[in-house]
């Protein structure tokens, strides 16, 4: 039969007891010690990263201006006004054709300038008859008196001799005192008359000098406004003036359309004299300067150039950039062509830098991951910068010639201090 046995009973639950407080307190260790492990450091792709090594070196300050345009310099364009009233009878040449400085634009007409042209022409043939009338009366008239001036020359060169002569009489007893008394009269009446003639000549020649003139100023009155109108009817005939590309006006006209004297009806701008216009940040225009050095981007070509104008007005947040063309446009190039460019701010030298980041601003302090020595992960380093250019970032602290940094945007991880590169 089976004997009872309590202690064995006793001893196996004290046993149970026992390997069940060790599991309780295993398992707690377990807890705690999985509590404190850090997680594991997530893994990036390294395609997807943009890396840079930290150099030292010269650098160059950069702004960019993604968003330019070519636009005609102030002494590139030629606005032609409408001379008169007239209407548009005829467009000829569309905006944006090559033209030459005698290609016709367009016709206008003007019917009261004609029949103004045609009064002035008849007028200036009526002042030059007048004037050539007035020259013919006026020399016969100056004949005449010639002709009655040489009588009296002539007598008194005759009467002059004559008394000559009785005086000689005279002195030799030949003949009285009053012969020769009225013989020289006569000679001194003779001689004042001479003067007088010729005097009367002078005068009349320079009265007759004065009416031509008067005549004559009417006959250059006539020619002027024959001059003026036949330049006004020219007009009509809307030519570009010069070379290069017609542009189109802000309100296009119409045939049939009315222009008053001096609207604008053409437009021309020459393709040679262009500037680019960029449009930069506020924040990054403030150490912009006259003169500053400048490469434009056509993306046909890069053109070298300088800064020439500075707009002292901010809209939408960006700053007008003026900057001179120093080289030759490329083929295409045309106004309101689209461009890139950059300003060159600073020569630095001797300075730390690196590419810079896709995240982060000048003078502040970045978080960026440096690649270990094996390349096969990345540590969350801060990193303190200075200056910036378009493409670098000068290093203050944080980083040394030859460290290794991942420029692209990281913020995915932004709560992971390391990652592991595939």
Do not use: C
Not at 48 to 71: E, F, H, K, N
């Amino acid at each position: 039969m089976d004997i009872a046995r309590p202690d064995l009973k006793q001893k196996r639950k004290r046993q149970i007891a026992v390997w069940a407080g060790v599991a309780v307190v295993l398992l707690t260790v377990a807890v705690v010690a999985v509590s404190r492990l850090k997680p594991a450091a997530p893994t990036v792709d390294r395609s997807t990263i943009w890396p840079d090594t930290v150099v030292r070196g010269p650098m160059i300050r950069q702004v960019r201006g993604s968003t330019g345009t070519l636009v005609p310099r102030e002494d590139s364009i030629e606005l032609i006004p409408a001379q008169t009233d007239a209407t548009v009878v005829r467009i000829v040449v569309l905006p944006g054709t090559k033209v030459t400085p005698d290609t016709v634009l367009l016709d206008l007409a003007d019917p009261p300038l004609a029949q103004a042209l045609l009064s002035a022409q008849l007028a200036l043939k009526g002042a030059q008859a007048d004037y050539k009338s007035l020259q013919a009366t006026l020399q016969s008239t100056l004949m005449d008196k010639k002709t009655a001036a040489a009588q009296v020359n002539a007598d008194y060169t005759q009467d002059q001799l004559q008394e000559k002569t009785d005086k000689a009489l005279y002195d030799l007893g030949v003949i009285a005192g009053i012969a020769y008394n009225k013989s020289k009269n006569t000679a001194d009446q003779l001689t004042a008359q001479h003067k007088l003639s010729i005097e009367q000549i002078e005068v009349n020649q320079k009265a007759i000098e004065v009416q031509l003139a008067s005549s004559q100023a009417k006959v250059d009155q006539a020619k002027a406004q024959l001059d003026l109108y036949e330049k006004q009817s020219a007009a009509l005939h809307v030519r570009a003036g010069i070379s290069g590309v017609l542009a189109q006006l802000p309100v296009p006209l119409q045939v049939g359309q009315h222009v008053a004297a001096g609207t604008s009806v053409a437009q021309v701008i020459q393709l040679d004299k262009l500037k680019a216009a960029l449009q930069i940040a506020e924040t990054q225009a403030r150490d912009i300067q006259i003169g500053q050095p400048a490469s434009i981007d056509t993306h046909n070509g890069v053109i070298p150039g300088h800064v020439s104008r500075i707009d002292p007005s901010v809209l939408n947040g960006t700053v007008t950039v003026d900057v001179a063309l120093d080289g030759d446009l490329p083929p295409g190039a045309r106004p309101a062509l689209s461009v890139d460019g950059t300003i060159d701010l600073e020569r630095m030298t001797d300075v730390l830098h690196v590419g810079r980041p896709a995240l982060g601003n000048e003078n502040s302090t970045l978080s960026l991951f440096k690649l270990d020595a094996d390349g096969k992960g990345a540590v969350r380093v801060p990193v303190k910068v200075g200056r910036a250019s378009v493409n670098s970032i000068q290093v203050l602290e944080g980083l040394k010639e030859g460290d290794t940094v991942i420029l692209s945007d990281m913020s995915r991880w932004d709560n992971v201090d390391r990652i592991r590169l595939e």
